[in-house]
């Protein structure tokens, strides 16, 4: 059965430092891959997505996630933290067959220290 | 475009009563889905349709819970009756085809005392 899983449901950085948020999903078939946010009292929004072609993908906000099919993971990564980037982040993935459907992880929630 | 609308954004409502949440999903896109959000739960699917026609209500949590979409431009989520435990957020969002990037409504906060 498909799932995803976020490693640690609250990760904290200091404003400036490295943000990495953990993907890794199980299927046996390359999935679509997707990252969104989530900021209080809005709907979610697409950070970026992978369907096919290049691995590393980039995204808003200097956002940008890998996907290695040897470790099944799609991490989400940033260089340099920012204060309006603390905000809840929502991984999800797609099996290209057998209906599309999509299942979204549990949702990792970014603190951002001044 | 004016992405996915939703209403109402508010609604408290006493046990017991109908609810009735309705969604207007980007034009052109043709898969809907119902969302809820809660703290104790997280995000969970509750149904989505694929031109205009339900293809999961597996997580329609009982049958208190409906969902119609008479038309490519309107869906509607009912309650009924409505019970404190349904309290959440409600989502509704829509993609241009199965599987592609889904885009939120700004959700409807529903309050039941």
């Known amino acids: 059965a498909q799932s995803v899983t976020q490693l640690g449901s609250h990760v904290s950085v200091s404003e400036g430092a490295l943000v990495l948020l953990r993907c890794n999903y199980s299927s046996s078939v390359p999935p679509y891959l997707f990252w969104y946010v989530q900021y209080p009292n809005q709907g979610l929004q697409l950070l970026l997505k992978?369907?096919?072609?290049?691995?590393l993908v980039k995204g808003i906000n200097g956002f940008e996630a890998e996907f290695k099919k040897s470790e099944t993971s799609f991490h989400l990564t940033k260089p340099s933290a920012h204060m309006s980037d603390a905000a809840e982040y929502f991984c999800a993935v797609t099996l290209a067959t057998g209906g599309f459907k999509t299942i979204f992880g549990a949702g990792t929630r970014l603190f951002v220290k001044a | 475009d004016a992405g996915v609308i939703q209403s109402p954004r508010h609604e408290v409502t006493e046990m017991g009563q109908e609810v009735t949440l309705r969604c207007k999903p980007i034009s052109g896109h043709n898969s809907l889905f119902w969302y809820r959000q809660t703290m104790m739960r997280g995000l969970e699917l509750l149904i989505y349709?694929?031109?205009?026609?339900?293809?999961?209500d597996s997580g329609m949590p009982e049958d208190r819970f409906s969902a119609k979409m008479p038309n490519a431009s309107f869906s509607t989520l009912k309650i009924q009756p409505s019970e404190p435990r349904d309290s959440a957020v409600y989502f509704c969002?829509?993609?241009?085809?199965?599987?592609?990037?889904?885009?939120f409504g700004p959700g409807t906060r529903l309050t039941v005392t």
């Open positions: 349709f694929n031109n205009n026609v339900p293809i999961d």
């Open positions: 969002a829509s993609s241009q085809q199965q599987g592609y990037e889904q885009y």
């Open positions: 992978y369907t096919t072609g290049a691995t």
